[in-house]
Nanobody, 124 residues
C-alpha cells in the first residue's frame, strides 16, 4: 500500500513537502511516481523515480522547482515543492509499479498501485 501525506494550504512562492510511504509489500525495483489532478483537468505527471531507485524524472512544469528524494530503504519518496504557484493547486497522488519503462514514466495507466490523494492548495 501507498500512503500519501503532507498536503495543505500555502501561499504562492512558498514551499511544501509531500511524502509517499510504502508498506505491506516490497516496492524495491519499483518506479514510484507523483501525479496530480486539478478540478476539471486530467491527471498529469509530476515527478518519479525509475525502477533503479536512482534515476529521476520531472514534468517540464515543475523542473527547477520540485525535487524528489528517496530514503535508503526505498520505502518513502518525498517531493520537495518550492516556489509554488496557484496553478500547482491539485490533489497529489503517489503511484508505483514494477514494470514501468523509461519512456512511460509519465503515463498514469502504467501504474497499478496508488495511494490516496493529498490536497495541495496554493493561494495567490
Amino acid at each position: 500500500q501507498l500512503q500519501a501525506s503532507g498536503g495543505g494550504l500555502v501561499q504562492a512562492g512558498g514551499s511544501l513537502r509531500l511524502s509517499c510511504a510504502a508498506s505491506g509489500r516490497t516496492f524495491r525495483n519499483y518506479a514510484i511516481a507523483w501525479f496530480r489532478q486539478a478540478p476539471g483537468k486530467e491527471r498529469e505527471s509530476v515527478a518519479a523515480f525509475g525502477r533503479s531507485g536512482y534515476t529521476t524524472y520531472y514534468a517540464d512544469s515543475v523542473k527547477g522547482r520540485f525535487t524528489i528524494s528517496r530514503d535508503n530503504a526505498k520505502t518513502t519518496v518525498w517531493p520537495q515543492m518550492n516556489s509554488l504557484k496557484p496553478e500547482d493547486t491539485a490533489v497529489y497522488y503517489c503511484a508505483a509499479d514494477g514494470r514501468v519503462i523509461v519512456g512511460n514514466w509519465a503515463n498514469p495507466s502504467a501504474y497499478n498501485y496508488w495511494g490516496q490523494g493529498t490536497l495541495v492548495t496554493v493561494s495567490s
